[in-house]
């Protein structure tokens, strides 16, 4: 079935510093990928709706050059938390739309998350 | 907010109980999911129901959708402690997630 890896699992950084977070499908092509954030014991909540080849789209309230995230290729996208401060610690966790699913094109496949702590 | 709801929040039962578990959205859907989470992982999709279908079964599950209601709900039979686990709904293209239902099995 389909498989998407997120990397890192979990990152710990300091205050100000930028962190890199990796979403790949890894059997399939994902012409989008979303990207949610999850509060301790919350429901996921849509950040951006990343799309190959072009601009995200990002959900409201969500700063776009504070969370930059780019879709090069059909196979990753990655989120970008700039000058991170301690609240943007969180469970990011993202997830791919295979393209050219018949019915199932609306299933999506999730990463394992990554665990961001800005100290 | 078009995030919808789950009721209870939690739920706490005995190996081989039931569980049931609601959600409610607001805006018109083409089909509905329920998603599971472990704690601390990502989310494992285990069923849809498209919005002309009333009930669906797969395995332990069946899941049940009223349209007019704007309601869903999700039944594990003959529960286990590895159920143990988070549970989402989602619809929408952008799949808008549910507030969970925190399942806890106990052995």
């Known amino acids: 079935g389909a498989v998407v890896s997120q990397h890192p699992s979990r990152v710990i950084c300091k205050s100000g510093t930028s962190v890199k977070i990796e979403c790949r499908s890894l059997?399939?092509?994902?012409?989008?990928m979303f990207w949610y954030r999850q509060f301790p014991k919350q429901s996921l909540m849509l950040m951006a709706t990343?799309?190959?080849?072009?601009?995200?789209?990002?959900e409201q309230g969500v700063e776009k050059d504070k969370f930059l995230i780019n879709h090069a290729s059909l196979t990753l996208s990655t989120l970008t938390v700039t000058s991170a401060h301690p609240e943007d610690s969180s469970f990011y966790i993202c997830?791919?739309?295979?393209?050219?699913f018949g019915s199932g094109a609306n299933v999506l496949t999730f990463g394992a998350g990554s665990r961001l702590t800005v100290l | 907010s078009q995030q919808g709801e789950e009721d209870p929040q939690a739920l706490s039962i005995q190996e081989g109980e039931n569980a049931t578990m609601n959600c409610s959205y607001k805006?018109?859907?083409?089909?509905l999911q329920w998603y599971r989470q472990n704690s601390g992982r990502g989310l494992v999709h285990l069923i849809l129901?498209?919005?002309?279908?009333r009930e669906k079964h797969s395995g332990r599950l069946r899941v049940t959708l009223d349209t007019s209601k704007k309601s869903s709900s999700l039944l594990i039979t003959a529960s286990r402690a590895a159920d143990t686990a988070s549970y989402f709904c989602?619809?929408?293209?952008?799949?808008?997630f549910g507030t969970g239902t925190r399942l806890q099995v106990f052995p």
């Open positions: 990343s799309n190959e080849g072009s601009k995200a789209t990002y």
């Open positions: 129901i498209r919005s002309n279908e």
């Open positions: 059997d399939f092509q994902a012409t989008t």
């Open positions: 989602a619809h929408t293209d952008k799949l808008i």
């Open positions: 997830s791919a739309r295979a393209r050219g």
């Open positions: 805006t018109s859907i083409n089909n």
